[in-house]
């Protein structure tokens, strides 16, 4: 009897690890990665789980900067049914937390010493209260222009160093038929371009009073009315189907020459590259004039769910995420740099050099500033009412006094 009851919990042991040796780790990602060059750089990370032995399940929702992946994101938490990874970022991942929505992965940063792996500015975002909740995948980079090459060209225009130059060199293509600035009317694209030309004519210590500390006299200042000034003037350089359009179609016209510029991050270089275009001959990339750097860092967070290979999946996402390979091949695509420092940049271009040089360089002199336009660097009242009335300027006759006047009312309200 003694013996039979020794050979039956044997054989339940085993079966039981077998099981468990089964159980595969699984993940339901959602992201907004769906442009060519996006979902050329998701694509990477899905082959590794996979590889990994993890079963993906992709969830992706379209739509340019995330908007309508953060509503699908509130949708899906609320009934009860989180996804086990979402592409969340900045200030919204401690948002998320103090929903108690998000799940501990301190386990995994810790075994792979993710601390000394990461900016400290990085890991500060990724973490909730001193436990790690998010895994960053990139730094991008917003303040960038991108141009073509053979129109600059034939134009005999360069790549402007200062927004006068830029302006003078609009007007000239303007002259010649071409559309000076691709851009596409959508909230977070406007939004964009303004805190482009916020950094470029304000500077970094202006940006951080105005979208950071949200500074009721710099947000009604002189400055920003000359802020307000500079996007009325690029309004005038876009042409007349710029509304509602994808950020990846502006893109396209640059990249086929119907466009000469367009003001966006450098997920804008991961659609020039995934059409075999090359930096320095068909396309050139500048910092947009002024000086500073406005950085978006993309992260997984991971919700709460229940099930061992739901964790499982999570902490193996989480691992791969960090890992020195995912980190190149992914950024190779994405047109950002690795979020890991120990990740060797030989095979990346000059622009992804110049943003780490960069990044370097406006860290140690305090212009290192978070894109307020990408979810950086408030939460998403106060980025909204801001981008609201950016939005409405843009689309209007509105004067520079009374944007001006606006936001600081707009941001009182918010708060
Ligand atoms: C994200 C990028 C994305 C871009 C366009 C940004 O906010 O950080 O990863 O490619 O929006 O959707």
Same mark, same amino acid.
């Given at each position: 009897m003694h013996k039979k009851?020794?050979?039956l919990a044997a054989v339940a /042991? /085993? @079966?039981g690890l077998n099981q468990r040796a089964m159980a595969e780790p699984q993940a339901e990602v959602l992201h907004f990665w769906t442009s060519g060059g996006e979902a050329r750089s998701v694509a990477v990370l899905q082959k590794e789980f996979v590889a990994n032995g993890g079963i993906w399940t992709d969830m992706p929702v379209a739509g340019g900067g995330g908007? !309508?992946?953060? !509503?699908?994101?509130r949708a899906r938490v609320l009934a009860g049914n989180a996804p086990a990874a979402a592409q969340v970022k900045g200030p919204a991942i401690q948002e998320w937390y103090e929903e108690d929505a998000l799940a501990d992965i301190s386990a995994v940063a810790n075994a792979e010493g993710w601390d000394k792996l990461l900016p400290n500015a990085i890991a500060q975002h990724m973490k909730c209260e001193g436990s790690w909740c998010a895994a960053p995948v990139n730094v991008h980079r917003v303040d960038w222009i991108w141009a073509n090459a053979e129109v600059l060209a034939k134009a005999g225009i360069e790549m402007p160093t200062s927004w006068e130059e830029f302006n003078a060199g609009a007007k000239k293509l303007k002259s010649m038929g071409i559309i000076p600035l691709a851009h596409g009317g959508q909230a977070w694209q406007d939004a964009t371009v303004f805190e482009v030309? +916020?950094?470029g004519i304000g500077g970094p210590e202006f940006f951080h009073k105005a979208f950071v500390e949200l500074d009721d006299a710099s947000l009604k200042s002189n400055t920003m009315i000359a802020v307000f000034d500079q996007v009325r003037i690029l309004r005038g350089f876009v042409d007349d189907n710029f509304s509602g359009r994808d950020w990846n179609l502006a893109t396209s016209m640059v /990249?086929?020459?119907? +466009? +000469?510029?367009?003001i966006m991050g450098d997920w804008a270089k991961g659609e020039f590259t995934a059409a075999g275009k090359v930096p320095g001959i068909d396309f050139l990339c500048a910092s947009a004039p002024g000086g500073g750097y406005l950085y978006n860092?993309?992260?997984?967070?991971? @919700? =709460?769910?229940?099930?061992?290979? #739901?964790?499982?999946g999570q902490a193996l996402l989480a #691992?791969?995420?960090m890992g020195e390979n995912f980190q190149k091949v992914f950024n190779l695509n994405k047109g950002s740099i690795p979020a890991r420092v120990t990740t060797p940049l030989n095979e990346f271009d000059f622009c992804a050099r110049q943003s780490a040089y960069d990044m370097a360089v406006s860290s140690g002199n305090g212009s290192l500033l978070p894109s307020y336009a990408h979810g950086m660097a408030l939460r998403g009242a106060q980025a909204g009412a801001i981008t609201d009335v950016v939005t409405a300027f843009f689309n209007s006759n509105m004067s520079s006094d009374e +944007?001006?006047? =606006?936001?600081?009312?707009?941001?009182k309200n918010s708060l």
């Open positions: 009851f020794l050979v /042991i /085993i @079966f908007d !309508t992946a953060m !509503t699908a994101l030309v +916020a950094l /990249i086929n020459g119907e +466009a +000469a510029f367009q860092v993309d992260s997984f967070a991971m @919700f =709460r769910v229940s099930g061992s290979e #739901k964790a499982e #691992k791969l995420i +944007a001006v006047g =606006r936001l600081s009312a707009a941001i």
